[in-house]
């Protein structure tokens, strides 16, 4: 929230020419930019620190640079260039990775493949919902798959969707669920192929409705899916223990 009401500081010269962002506080003059930035400082610093100093500095140094990639890289390359799309999953993907570090104090595959679902996910899920605001997103000057390079846009969605079905058994294979889960996670990671590809040959605003209210649930459901194929271990003591969440005993 604190690095939003930053970014939306910077930004409500551009938001005002937008359907979709014309209405927020900042941009209506409901709140002064000067409470918006206080706001921003109060929630990320603290917010940090306390990440920092009761959770681990790796979860807390993730955090700050998080809000770094947000606000000084991927909020500025919105109107510089498209790769502010990837820029922005790669923000996207990274409070699971530091869910994963709080829990474990350590940056592990298993992390990374968490972060990978997320990041792929994002691309079939913005770039179907990029598709039908192209209008506003032109009028706010911002510089989107959708609006400067839609045969990109529908590709990189069709892409990162199938995608989805590789990075599944990366997650036995490193020993994060058991190989049930991309069994059973298959006939969900199919189904938005499916409609990214209807999207891909389409190209129209029900494809592109279909595929963004798909991602909707099919991200939910396929971290449910890996919860509960959670690979488990046998501990000394012949009880089941979770293999993924528990430090090598020193």
């Known amino acids: 929230m604190s690095?939003?009401?930053?970014?939306?500081?910077?930004?409500v010269?551009?938001?005002?020419?937008?359907?979709?962002?014309?209405?927020?506080p900042l941009v209506r003059g409901?709140?002064?930019?000067?409470?918006?930035?206080?706001?921003a400082l109060a929630c990320g610093i603290p917010g940090v620190a306390l990440l920092t100093l009761a959770v681990n500095p790796l979860?807390?140094?993730?955090?700050?640079f998080n809000i770094f990639l947000y606000t000084c890289c991927y909020t500025p390359l919105k109107r510089l260039s498209i790769?502010?799309?990837?820029?922005?999953?790669?923000?996207?993907?990274?409070?699971?990775?530091?869910?994963?570090?709080a829990a474990t104090g350590s940056l592990d595959p298993g992390a990374l493949v968490l972060g990978g679902f997320l990041y792929s996910w994002q691309f079939p899920h913005f770039n179907a919902l990029s598709w039908n605001l192209r209008e506003d997103y032109s009028r706010g000057g911002y510089r989107m798959m959708s609006v400067t390079h839609p045969g990109m846009c529908k590709r990189v969605a069709l892409r990162h969707s199938l995608g989805l079905i590789p990075l599944t058994t990366l997650a036995p294979a490193l020993g994060v669920t058991t190989w049930n889960f991309p069994v059973i996670s298959l006939p969900i990671n199919l189904?938005?192929?499916?409609?990214?590809?209807?999207?891909?040959?389409?190209?129209?605003?029900?494809?592109?409705r279909k595929l963004f209210f798909c991602s909707l649930w099919h991200l939910p459901m396929l971290l449910l899916l890996a919860l509960t194929c959670k690979k488990y271990s046998r501990s000394p003591e012949g009880t089941a223990a979770p293999m993924t969440l528990a430090r090598p005993a020193k």
């Open 3 to 11: 690095f939003c009401s930053n970014v939306i500081y910077f930004e």
């Open 13 to 24: 010269p551009f938001d005002s020419n937008m359907n979709r962002t014309k209405n927020r």
């Open 59 to 64: 979860t807390g140094f993730l955090g700050a």
């Open 30 to 39: 409901q709140i002064s930019p000067l409470h918006a930035v206080s706001f």
């Open 83 to 101: 790769i502010n799309t990837w820029v922005g999953a790669v923000v996207g993907a990274i409070p699971p990775v530091m869910g994963w570090c």
């Open 191 to 208: 189904y938005i192929s499916y409609l990214a590809a209807r999207f891909y040959y389409q190209g129209d605003r029900n494809s592109a």
